[in-house]
């Protein structure tokens, strides 16, 4: 067992220096140490290696636990300290795709039906407790904190956001066992998750524009104004974007679909004199002929020897034409090169979207028109075509971006000039907008058919933190820096960064834990 362990090791040490022996003859100086490229690639590296090893432990901790805490410790120790060797340009846009990532992944997410069923209590869920809580934060904010009102509610989004890489695993887990399917709280679950990230991310956008002054000197109702017509634009840009999705790369018809029409059928003579004649199919139904003339179909009760019975004539059907699509571009709609086809356009769409509500300060419409984008290309994809492009997102996300996000929120915390009171503030805003959070969950379902314990589940399915957070929660900080802005409002962002750090280590293993092990005890086995 050592000696195995220790030439997979070697064998990964060495395969590890010739890739990078490889990178740095090929891109060059940004590869050596001291080099933005050279901190990703150790920060990259120890998350990887981090994330492997909380997974190894067995405990149910999420792996993105070991993927933050190493990001800190690769900017922190003095031996290393290469997180810091990372440039603005370059984690700016780690988040960005992070953040078109996560947009996609809970529009294909989003079940239309579910939400039709159970509209009423996922549309309580998915906004009540989330506006409660960030409210709370925000107030508690001002009174601990001292910020602006709008940095503050840009700290009450980035916290009242659940965590779907925390959430949507163990809720999947749990229905795979037979727990909450049929009673349908782990559909309702899954559903208001995506739509509570959605709410926040759009709130957080808002309120970033807000905080940097990026509509002018427009007075409040004209700022409501704009922000309610850019919600309505980005809702009106992603159904559309979502059905050039569907209709440039659409789902397999049924004529495409496999089945008796696409494979060889072994027909033989007694199926066509059923056809024909039912009085000499019952009378001969054991006896197959080679060959039927139409007299001995006229005739009720023929005779016909034995001898010359023969097996079924097979009669293959040739497979239709594969339907054009792309426009020009002609594909087989149901192969692995289509679903990573369809994966592209919706990601290019959701980045441009992302990047450009940006750069427009329509951080909110273009974050809303993403989600809305892949809802829309889901429903018109049908589930057996965007659940292998789900998957192909899942893959991606945690072999890739995962790590990388994580990673790189880690290295963005500098505990050297963390202020010493604001762990204890932090700890109470987490915790008193945690109670809210939970209450108001309990509120959201009074009118539900679902037991206390389903309830109780819900609240303890809404703990975790840590996607939305880490996508988010150094934009703000990254916002005063880029623009310049003034020492308050970029300690005020490094504020909301420690915080945010401090949710997700704090609330990932909680809820993680809370829902793997109390799930089988207040779920409804089927």
């Not at 002054?213 to 104004?225: E, H, I, K, Q």
């Not at 006896?287 to 006229?298: D, E, K, Q, R, Y």
Request: proline share 6%.
């Amino acid at each position: 067992m050592t000696e195995s362990l220790w030439t997979n090791l070697a064998i990964g040490v060495l395969t590890l220096g010739l890739w990078y022996t490889a990178t740095v003859s090929v891109i060059g100086q940004q590869m050596l140490p001291g080099e933005s490229l050279f901190g990703v690639l150790v920060v990259y590296t120890a998350a990887v290696a981090a994330g492997r090893g909380i997974d190894a432990m067995g405990l149910g901790l999420p792996p993105l636990m070991g993927m933050l805490v190493s990001g800190c410790l690769a900017r922190n120790l003095p031996v290393v300290g290469v997180g810091g060797d990372v440039s603005l340009e370059v984690s700016q846009g780690v988040r960005a795709v992070a953040l078109a990532f996560i947009l996609s992944r809970a529009g294909l997410g989003v079940d239309v039906e579910a939400l039709r069923r159970l509209c009423g209590p996922c549309l309580r869920l998915s906004f009540v407790p989330n506006t409660a809580e960030a409210a709370v934060v925000a107030v508690l904010a001002r009174g601990l904190l001292d910020m602006d009102w709008a940095w503050c509610f840009m700290l009450g989004f980035v916290m009242a956001a659940i965590s779907p890489a925390v959430v949507v695993p163990s809720i999947l887990a749990l229905q795979e066992q037979g727990y909450g399917a049929e009673t349908g709280i782990s559909t309702m679950v899954l559903a208001a998750a995506a739509l509570d990230s959605v709410y926040a991310i759009s709130g957080f956008g808002f309120c970033l524009v807000l905080a940097f002054g990026g509509r002018g000197d427009a007075g409040a109702l004209v700022r409501l104004g704009l922000a309610a017509a850019e919600l309505v634009a980005g809702v009106v840009m992603g159904v559309v974007f979502g059905k050039i999705c569907s209709t440039a790369l659409p789902p397999p018809d049924n004529s495409d679909a496999p089945g008796p029409a696409n494979e060889t059928e072994s027909v033989g003579d007694e199926e066509l004199a059923t056809s024909f004649n039912p009085a000499f199919a019952e009378s001969h139904k054991n006896i197959h002929f080679t060959c039927v003339s139409p007299m001995l179909l006229a005739d009720s009760r023929p005779s016909y020897p034995e001898a010359h019975c023969s097996t079924p004539t097979p009669i293959t059907t040739p497979t239709p034409t594969p339907t054009p699509a792309l426009w020009k571009l002609r594909i087989v709609p149901d192969t692995e090169d289509a679903t990573r086809l369809r994966a592209v356009l919706l990601l290019g769409f959701s980045l441009v979207l992302v990047t450009g509500g940006k750069t427009l300060d329509m951080v909110a419409g273009g974050s809303l028109a993403a989600i809305c984008t892949a809802a829309t290309a889901a429903h018109g994809w049908n589930h057996e075509t965007s659940k292998p492009i789900s998957t192909l997102l899942a893959q991606f996300w945690n072999l890739v971006l995962q790590p990388l996000l994580f990673g790189l929120i880690g290295a963005s915390v500098n505990i050297r000039s963390l202020k010493t009171d604001l762990i204890g503030k932090g700890l109470v805003v987490i915790s008193i907008g945690g109670l809210v959070r939970f209450a108001m969950v309990a509120a959201s379902m009074v009118a539900t058919p679902f037991t206390m314990k389903e309830r109780i589940f819900v609240g303890l399915a809404w703990i975790p933190k840590a996607t939305v957070q880490a996508a988010l929660g150094a934009m703000a900080l990254d916002e005063a820096r880029e623009q310049h802005a003034s020492s308050q409002k970029e300690a005020w962002g490094a504020d909301i960064l420690a915080i945010t750090v401090l949710g997700i280590l704090l609330t990932a293993p909680l809820g993680a834990v809370a829902i793997s092990f109390c799930g089988p005890k207040l779920l409804q086995k089927n």
